[in-house]
């Protein structure tokens, strides 16, 4: 039996992650939920799963929360703000922490449940991308795994067991290629907020979905890999994959290749990082390869997709570099689905703000560094925006 505490639990990888508890209550304990502001739902599993520490970050909602649950008994441990979220993280009683919170909100969290001794299902990507070079110390000092709950990571993951050192020799991460897959380049100057919204395979919050449509998901995957498996950026390649069924690969010394393959469900992936070493046999739809018919394969198209070089450059300049370009992203895709800015400004965006950072600390930042990194780059984006012209709405 495992204890869990659950950051984001109102969000995309919080409701599926409280699927599978629901699903496997002899393998897996809900003790914490942490959530941002969406009290019904929260309440809603607090009734649900009884957790022990409960936490919402829009303070103002506290009130609101308790009275929702007035009437249970016992009560949980109530707590609001970032640090009733960092309290969740680092409750006594788990033993590992999912961390579903988008953004580099999540980072600080993260850090406190490491520091804490939890294992960690990373489903939080800036956790590595921007803070790596403090993360992967901390992972040393208090002997934490972190178990990776992307699909493509996850696929990497998988691959590697049974790999001795030195064994891998190159990343092949799979992308389905987004929104705008089929599109041609002409056409995505006026696409929309909800043309972006529209994942062909993959069913996910609203800012992933837009990082998958811009393919800068995949470039923020590519430094999460180097981060999570010690790959330099020169083995770590993208291949488009329409059919999101090998969720990625990987080549071997001997070139043999390895691949995971199933379904596009994030629940496997979440899964295998709770279970972790174990296999939980499940009653899921088994992947039938003649119904999944065709697997096809091209080139990611760069001019296309600027977001991935800019990735591959801001993770080989390391440092602070990799926390510039996602808080740049973070902001410029908020714009966008504000509708403050057109697609194509995403991109532009970034690369301006990535182009006027000039790092510090550059090959070993400190937290407060990259904390100091993220709100530069973010101030930084709005102030591109200003100047670039405004969406037509
Ligand atoms: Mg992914």
Redesign the pocket.
Known sequence: MKAISLLGSTGSIGTQTLDIAAQYPDQFQIVGLAAGSNVELLAQQVRQFHPKIVAICEKEKLAELKAAIADLTPQPILLSGDEGIVEVARYSEADVVVTGIVGCAGLLPTIAAIQAGKDIALANKETLIAGGPVVLPLLQQHGVKLLPA????SAIFQCLQGVPQGGLRRILLTASGGAFRDLPVEKLAHVTVADALKHPNWSMGRKITIDSATLM?KGL?VIEAHYLFGMDYDHIDIVIHPQSIIHSLIELQDTSVLAQLGWADMRLPLLYALSYPDRIATDWKPLDLVKAGDLTFREPDHQKYPCMKLAYAAGRAGGCMPAVLNAANEQAVALFLDEAIRFLDIPRLIEQVCDRYHPQNLSNPALEDIIAADQWARQEALLASQQVPVAVR
Request: no cysteine; glycine share 0%.
């Open positions: 992307d699909s493509e990571h998901n995957e």
